[in-house]
């Protein structure tokens, strides 16, 4: 299985602030990101963060790193249908590979 | 300017026979990648290639699988002797220089194998 784990499903009412949470196993990881999935489609960079950082913020979206529990979480304000999708947590080991989590399903409601 | 580009977007073969897989990186992008994706899966690692040269295999499941990269620009991945089990969605990926640069996907062929 993934060395890097998530949540499977998440629900969130239009309007309302999604987060997801992921946890990675190897401390050295330079580099931890985060990519949306759309059916049929490829994978999409969504925002990434350098391990010596604990925050980052991008219009709606904001990255929590605590490296210490080595848990990442993706936060995204005033979810749209548009951020209908399945989110990926990703580590890079040994400085150009990554590592995959299973992706998070998030569903927007009306 | 243009992204990574993948052909065909669909490949549906039967068991036994020999497919290609191409991949077209973003121009000026030395790194190029090939993942993997399983339904409900994330994706996984196949090859990773700096220029022309693999510099990385570890993750093709037998040697059924080859991938090249003869200029350093387009990638193709060979599957001989397809099975049932190959089928997935092949991603090809790139980056600016592969150390700690963003990877920028494509969006994937879909092998069926019947």
């Known amino acids: 299985g993934e060395d890097v784990e998530q949540s499977l499903f998440l629900s969130v009412r239009e309007g309302d602030s999604s987060v997801i949470n992921c946890t990675y196993t190897?401390?050295?990881?330079?580099?931890l990101y985060w990519y949306k999935q759309e059916p049929g489609a490829g994978l999409q960079l969504l925002t990434y963060?350098?391990?010596?950082?604990d925050m980052k913020q991008d219009q709606r979206l904001t990255v929590l790193l605590n490296k210490k529990d080595k848990h990442l979480s993706l936060r995204i304000a005033d979810t749209q249908t548009g951020d209908s999708a399945i989110y990926f947590c990703?580590?890079?080991?040994?400085?150009?590979?990554?590592?995959f989590g299973a992706g998070t399903t998030v569903t927007v409601r009306a | 300017g243009a992204g990574v580009s993948q052909t065909p977007s669909n490949k549906v073969t039967e068991k036994g026979k020999y497919v290609e897989l191409r991949c077209d990186p973003i121009?000026?992008?030395?790194?190029l990648y090939w993942y993997r994706q399983s339904l409900g899966q994330g994706p996984e690692f196949l090859i990773y290639?700096?220029?022309?040269?693999?510099?990385?295999d570890s993750g093709l499941p037998n040697d059924r699988f080859f991938a090249v990269r003869p200029e350093g620009s387009v990638s193709t991945l060979k599957i001989q002797r397809t099975e049932r089990g190959d089928s997935a969605v092949y991603l090809c990926?790139?980056?600016?220089?592969?150390?700690?640069?963003?990877?920028?996907f494509g969006n994937g062929t879909r092998l069926t194998v019947t």
């Open positions: 990926a790139s980056s600016w220089q592969g150390s700690n640069s963003p990877l920028h």
């Open positions: 190897d401390s050295s990881s330079t580099y």
């Open positions: 963060i350098f391990s010596n950082m």
């Open positions: 990703a580590e890079m080991l040994d400085d150009y590979k990554l590592s």
């Open positions: 121009s000026g992008h030395t790194a």
């Open positions: 290639f700096q220029g022309t040269g693999a510099a990385d």
